[in-house]
């Protein structure tokens, strides 16, 4: 561990002396502030670094990750998050991009306890239940299990549709577009997902706010 520890402390010299042979002024630029036009809701495992699987530098992607990229209603560090991104950063797109092979996603298809995860998991097996019957139809376990990855990344595009944040920007004309993704673990492809919202009137009538 401590090897490992030198290590990263080691890694962060070489990438400054790398990043500043090839742009003396880089990190001068970059503490100058920051207009990205994405944020990335994502999942917090450690394999899927939102900038590196779309090629992004620094800068380019304002990012927010918690277990199987959840967008909800109650979570002030996602709304924060949102906030800023939607009202002062002005970002243009939103991709909440979930992977196969999700751990969390994983756990809400079974009934062990893990700890106080549990609590989370629960909002993911709210998604299993919206689609049970889909789900359950699907035979193969695998298929099932990315086919329920696929669903939670449908589903929190949509609850993201439908915060008051996100509402507010289309109501006041702003472009933001939503967009659904999953990561391939095993192949280092994005797919979208097809759901790609642009406006409130995307939304089925009884979920736009007034607002």
Request: glycine share 8%; net charge negative; charged share 20%.
């Amino acid at each position: 561990m401590k090897d490992f520890y030198k290590q990263i402390l080691d890694n962060n010299k070489e990438w400054v002396a790398e990043t500043l042979e090839q742009d003396p002024h880089f990190f001068e630029d970059l503490a100058k502030g920051q207009q990205p036009p994405l944020l990335w809701i994502g999942c917090s495992d450690s394999r899927v670094p939102a900038n590196q699987i779309i090629g992004a530098k620094p800068g380019e992607v304002f990012v927010h990750r918690n277990i199987a990229n959840m967008v909800i209603h109650s979570d002030m560090n996602m709304l924060s998050v949102l906030d800023y991104s939607v009202n002062v950063l002005k970002v243009k797109h939103i991709i909440v991009c979930g992977h196969y092979g999700c751990g969390g996603v994983k756990a809400a298809m079974g009934n062990q306890s893990i700890g106080i995860i549990d609590n989370w998991i629960r909002h993911i097996k709210n998604v299993y239940r919206l689609h049970k019957t889909y789900l359950d139809s699907i035979e193969d376990e695998t298929e099932r299990f990315n086919a329920f990855v696929e669903v939670n990344a449908k589903e929190n595009v949509l609850d993201l549709a439908k915060t008051s944040i996100v509402q507010n920007a289309w109501k006041n004309g702003q472009d933001l577009q939503l967009h659904a993704w999953v990561y391939g673990l095993n192949s280092g492809y994005v797919t979208d997902l097809g759901v790609n919202l642009s406006s409130n009137q995307d939304l089925p009538e009884g979920d736009q706010l007034s607002l």
